[in-house]
């Protein structure tokens, strides 16, 4: 492509909130993000994809609490475990930044100051639900009620997911806390606003004219909130808040909406910190000989008040670059329903890499999404019938069946006469250019599996395999026909190279050389040398299926909100409800035989902190750590943890070790102690015991 047609792209998707795990719902839209950026630099485009975790809130405050750990120390772990989820899935972010970034809060304190240049920001006493059990301020996420608008039960304090409407917390009716289920009171507290209805005029006409949005979706703007006076947006919440605090209102943190936002500028910014250039460079508005760079948002369709108008209405005040368009999809259902954990469909994304290849599930969400905002759902039964016609039966069968022909003499030194099917999918591909550019992949799936079709016919036509029995005579029609073959599967891996990277690179191997840019599928190769065949992709089996239910179900704790976008939707953490409590572990264990309190008195129980943790690289099961009692008082003891726990998560995390254990002496060193942790049937790890928030290193157990 030339240089001259080459567009300048930043493509973001919803930041994971780091209060949970990445679960298939969240992949539809980090898949379906990876595949546009993908494409855009297959084409030629320079093209930067950054995302970050969303790290702030009380979500993260309350459980970092429960966890007896810093918010720090629960957000590192958490990036972690986020960062290897994304790279199972072959999710490759350019950058991926995090909200308590020191970058984001100089941007924070940046774009406050131009709301209060603009006049936007006001001050206010607000009556908010408080919860006198737990102690704190309720964030909306940890409010639930009936919806004020439609009488819908069970709805969060913000939002309603049955109607759409957006409110205050007071509103709900029946309201309860999500943290001690009883009723909040109601106490005042002094906010901070931004008076989002001076912009009314702007995004009237932002959200209907600018081409960034869905029709659909302004028209269900206009319906929902721009025919009648915006309302002020709380942009403050008070101490107890783990965030930023507001340089000039000491006492007061902005929402974790606020700044959750503007990390798409930090991360931009700290892109170019590694790569040179400058954040206007992306975000500013352009001029005559530099023209603005296209910004591109994915987000699920629940977040859409927030990114269509709280957003815009803050780079608008700004002077930032808006939005060359907000890409909204829907949620994902299981088996045609909303995943759930009873019935074994609340699916991590960790727990599907156990069991099956990531890039099955991205064919698959591929071909189902259209780029509109419908749900989709994840029918099992369907994922395996489609991949297993598709990708095994039509794409990797192609070359499987020919290949090894070739291993010997390489492709044909001219392209042979194939009736004009090369160049038939080769014209096909600025239709699939489109379907992908309009992130409508389901219609180029089936471009790109109609191909396959015409490929798979020409070879069942030819039967290379009764050539290859012919004897020498039949050895160059063999020749030929195994090219053809081979050329038509390589055509097919430059198309679904957006979908299946890795698949483009076993291609790659196998003949041509890595894939590089869009263009290679429409000359096919002549006279290379062709590679020992590998196996490229297996097929879907039942018992694979039923391993990944059955690993879903064994999940008896899970801190992962049920479903919708990842960014500012976690729930507390969850434990084992009863049913769950089958008895298996207790069997499979029996008690041991009864001890006197004297007998117990003997074992000193006490509060410890992780202070360091490490891995023992010649020992299979243990960690080494560093833990302190309180004070000047460590030891270093030996657990048999590894495997289960990442030692980077462990930091500071508080645990109950046997203090008086008499040291033991091992291969690998001293051992002053022993972590007490839980295991057995019934569970797939070990299980760390922690003392309840408040408790210090020190304090014995009674």
């Known amino acids: 492509m030339a240089a001259s047609s080459a567009r300048r792209i930043l493509v973001t998707s919803a930041l994971p909130y780091a209060n949970g795990h990445i679960h298939l719902g969240h992949l539809v839209e980090y898949i379906q993000t990876d595949i546009f950026v993908r494409f855009q630099k297959l084409r030629g485009h320079r093209c930067i994809y950054l995302c970050a975790d969303d790290t702030h809130g009380t979500a993260i405050m309350i459980r970092a609490r429960a966890e007896g750990r810093s918010e720090q120390a629960l957000i590192a772990a958490m990036r972690e475990a986020h960062c290897n989820d994304f790279a199972g899935f072959r999710v490759a972010f350019d950058h991926y930044g995090s909200t308590d970034s020191p970058e984001n809060r100089r941007l924070c304190g940046m774009i406050w100051q131009r709301l209060r240049d603009r006049g936007l920001v006001v001050s206010r006493g607000v009556e908010q639900l408080y919860d ?68 009314h005029g702007f995004l009237a006409t932002w959200t209907r004219e600018s081409g960034a949005l869905d029709p659909r979706i302004a028209n269900y703007l206009a319906g929902h909130f721009l025919g009648e006076e915006l309302r002020d947006w709380d942009v403050s919440r008070p101490a107890p808040y783990f965030g930023f605090e507001i340089p000039d209102a000491p006492g007061h943190f902005w929402y974790v909406w606020f700044d959750a936002p503007i990390g798409y500028l930090a991360a931009t910014s700290e892109w170019c910190a590694a790569h040179g250039g400058t954040l206007d460079d992306w975000w500013g508005r352009g001029g005559t000989n530099t023209p603005a760079a296209e910004i591109h948002h994915f987000i699920g369709k629940d977040i859409t008040y927030f990114h269509t108008l709280f957003w815009p209405a803050m780079l608008e005040a700004a002077g930032l670059a808006l939005p060359t368009k907000v890409r909204i999809h829907g949620f994902l259902t299981v088996n045609g329903e909303k995943m759930s954990k009873s019935r074994g469909t609340f699916l991590l994304a960790r727990t599907y890499l156990d069991h099956l290849d990531p890039g099955m599930l991205r064919y698959f969400y591929a071909a189902k999404l259209s780029g509109g905002i419908d749900d989709i759902d994840l029918d099992l039964d369907e994922f395996a019938t ?107 891996a430059v198309y679904l190279a957006p979908v299946l990277p890795t698949l483009a690179e076993q291609a790659g191997a ?49 801190d992962t909100p049920p479903q919708g976008a990842p960014q500012m939707d976690a729930t507390p953490p969850t434990t084992a409800t009863a049913t769950e409590d089958s008895g298996a572990a207790l069997a499979a264990e029996p008690l041991a035989a009864q001890c006197t309190i004297d007998d117990f008195a003997k074992v000193d129980l006490r509060v410890a902190r992780i202070l360091a943790a490490e891995e023992v690289p010649e020992a299979k099961k243990l960690l080494k750590l560093t833990i302190s009692l309180g004070g000047d008082a460590t030891r270093t003891v030996f657990a048999g943890i590894k495997g289960f726990h990442e030692p980077a998560a462990l930091v500071g995390r508080l645990v109950v070790v046997v203090a008086n254990l008499a040291p033991r002496q091992m291969k690998f060193g001293l051992s002053e102690g022993m972590v007490v942790a839980a295991s057995g049937a019934g569970g797939p790890g070990v299980y760390l015991l922690a003392p309840d928030a408040g408790a210090l290193p020190g304090m014995r157990l009674h």
């Not at 059990?133 to 939002?159: I, M, N």
């Not at 205050?168 to 005042?188: K, M, N």
């Open 132 to 199: 006198a059990t737990a102690g704190v301020f309720l964030a909306d996420r940890f409010v639930k009620g009936t919806c004020p608008k439609c009488g819908a039960a069970d709805q969060y304090g913000d939002s309603c997911e049955k109607c759409g409407a957006a409110y205050a917390p007071g509103d709900l009716r029946d309201p309860a806390s999500t943290l001690s289920g009883t009723r909040p009171e109601i106490r005042s507290a002094e906010h901070l606003f931004v008076t989002l209805e001076q912009m």
């Open 386 to 492: 489609k991949v297993n016609a598709d990708l095994v039966g039509k794409v990797v069968n192609l070359a499987s069946r020919t290949a090894r022909w070739l291993e010997a003499t390489g492709l044909a030194a001219a392209y042979p006469d194939d009736g004009g099917l090369f160049a038939r999918a080769a014209a096909d591909g600025a239709e699939i250019a489109a379907a992908y550019e309009d992130c409508d992949t389901a219609r180029a799936m089936r471009a790109i599996m109609a191909a396959a079709d015409r490929a798979n016919a020409y070879v069942d036509a030819e039967q290379p395999w009764k050539l290859a029995k012919a004897g020498p005579d039949a050895a160059a029609k063999l020749r030929d026909v195994a090219s053809v073959a081979l050329n038509l599967f390589r055509q097919l």
């Open 510 to 558: 196998l003949v041509g050389g890595p894939i590089r840019v869009w263009d290679e599928s429409q000359t096919p190769l002549v006279g290379l040398p062709v590679a020992a065949f590998q196996p490229l992709m297996n097929r879907v089996e039942k018992t694979q299926l039923e391993a990944l239910l059955a690993a879903a179900r064994a999940e008896t704790v899970t």
